[in-house]
Each structure stands twice: as C-alpha cells, then as structure tokens.
C-alpha cells in the first residue's frame, strides 16, 4: 500500500499552489474540491485540478482529489468530471464527512462505472475520512465497505463541531481538559484500519508557525499507531516525514532482532531467546517486522550490519 506519511492539502481553487505542491517532498498531495472551496468556486476547480494532475508532476506521490460529500449537490459531477478529465492520474479520491457505509458505496459503483466508460486500467482507491458522531459510531461497516479503501482520516475540524466542543485551532488539545480529548476517536479509528487491513491517517493542525506543536502532535499520533499526517503548509513536511518513519536506530535494531529470532526458531528451535539483554518472543518480531517495513517504505536501508 503506498506510503503517506505526510499528506498535503492543497486547495483545487489555486492554481499557483497546485503547482507549487509538485516540488514539495510529501508522501501524498490531495487538491481539495471541498472545503478549502468556496461553493461559488466549486464548478471551476474542478477544471483547476484535472488541468494540475494532467499538467504537472507528482510523481512519487499518491494522487489524491478530495470531493465534496456525498450528501451535496456536488459530489456526483466532482467525482464524473475528475475521473473523466483525469483519471488515468488519480490514484484516490478521498470522501469527506462519511456517515454509514452506503455512501462508500454509491462512490465504489460509480468509480466502477467511470472506470469502465473511459477505458481506466488500474483501480481507484477511496479515502474516507471520520467527522462526525455518526461516522464514528458506524466506523466498523465504513471499513469494510469497499475493498477500494485505503485509509481512515480523522476529521479534527468537523468532528469537534459535531461534538459542540469550541475549537477554533483545528486540530489542537484544549490544555485545560486533564488529558486528551480525542484520544477515543483516534483509538476508535486506527483499531478498525488495522482490523480491516487499512492506514490511519491523522488529520491537519492549522496553527501552521507552530512547528513545534505540529510535531508533538506527529509524534501522538504515531504512539496510538498512524501512518500519518495531514500537512498544510511546507515547513510540516519535513516534521511528517520524520517522525512517521523510524530512527535509523530503531530500523536498525529491528533488522537485528528479525536475523536473532530467524535465528532462534530455525536453527536452534526456540520460540523465546534473550536477545541483546531482552526477552524477544513472536510478538517481538510482529514489532519489528512492522519497524522494518515503514523504514523500507520510507526508503531507508542498513546503517550497520544485522546480526
């Protein structure tokens, strides 16, 4: 599954910045029709976008146009339009406000269809992103709606307004509550992506010349298992990409510990071993392997030889 550690927001309403997100190093660039839009802009940016993923160079990025929410009046001619204009370039589209498992739905059979009509040859996957209570509640049948889904999207904007919680720097922790109050719903969504075998994504922080903040927030979100993390400006690529991939340190030390326990279960027939002053069983090498994958995925090789 590709890799997004860092996934930037660029609004389908700017040309200037659709083209600047080509030169940015993150892992996934999403050019937003929804609410980065203004609705008397809807109708245009669609042509902005399909203009910026014909016309300009993201390779290595996944692809990504968020459309309008299934409950609008643009979804449909969002979704007709892009993958008409542009789908041979479009690895994703990435659906706002999901609520039940049936607008994932009505998006697969009419990815289907388009794909279809217009001679698509590979798959286009889906995004959904969780905003609201409901979408929370019914989180289990979302992610198992479609085998085109890829991620799971926490929402911190809307989902704090369904909550009636007064949060005007999306994406923050309010300092006065004893602890963090969307550690639930971060839980809830990464538990039901890897239940079903999907990346969980964090959403934005919008207080953007807090780097600082941005990045003890990475660094939360990575403890409780994502993948990543919504980036809106170009000084939060570099603290994504970071910290959502492992230290040299710790990829090396895994690569150790998978050649110890290889070790251990094949020659000398031992499901537990003591390994660099540490106990280390199967669940240790699940662990590891996990490490070793991201730091892969992110490109990075041995700095010292395994064991």
């Not at 990575?222 to 990409?241: C, F, M």
């Amino acid at each position: 599954m590709r890799l997004r550690r860092s996934c930037l927001a660029v609004p389908g309403s700017s040309p200037k910045m659709l083209s600047k997100a080509a030169a940015l190093p993150a892992d996934q660039v999403f050019l937003d029709l929804e609410d980065a839009v203004s609705p008397l802009e809807k109708v245009p940016a669609r042509q902005n976008v399909i203009d910026a993923l014909n016309g300009h160079d993201y390779s290595g990025k996944t692809r990504v146009v968020r459309v309008n929410a299934v409950t609008t009046q643009w979804c449909l001619a969002d979704l007709t339009a892009v993958v008409a204009g542009a789908g041979a370039n479009l690895d994703c589209v990435m659906v706002p406000k999901v609520e039940d498992a049936a607008q994932l739905h009505f998006v697969h059979h009419v990815l289907t269809q388009l794909e279809i009509e217009h001679r698509i040859e590979h798959r286009i996957g889906i995004e959904a992103q969780i905003e609201n209570g409901r979408g929370a509640m019914n989180i289990r049948e979302i992610a198992q709606a479609s085998p085109r889904l890829e991620t799971l999207i926490f929402g911190p904007g809307d989902y704090a307004a369904s909550m009636g919680v007064g949060s005007l720097v999306i994406g923050s922790i309010d300092p006065d509550y004893p602890g963090d109050q969307w550690h639930f719903i971060l839980s809830l969504i990464v538990t039901a992506a890897r239940a079903y075998g999907l990346q969980a994504i964090d959403g934005p922080y919008t207080d953007i010349k807090n780097t600082d903040e941005y990045r003890r927030l990475c660094v939360r979100a990575r403890q409780v298992g994502y993948d990543g993390k919504w980036v809106l400006h170009p000084d939060q690529v570099g603290i994504a990409n970071e910290v959502f991939a492992p230290s040299q340190s710790d990829f090396d030390d895994a690569r150790r510990l998978l050649a110890a326990y290889e070790h251990a279960t094949q020659v000398e027939r031992k499901g537990a071993v003591m390994h660099e002053g540490q106990m280390i069983d199967e669940a240790s090498r699940k662990i590891a392997e996990a490490v070793v994958a991201r730091g892969v995925a992110a490109g990075m090789s041995d700095g010292e030889a395994t064991a």
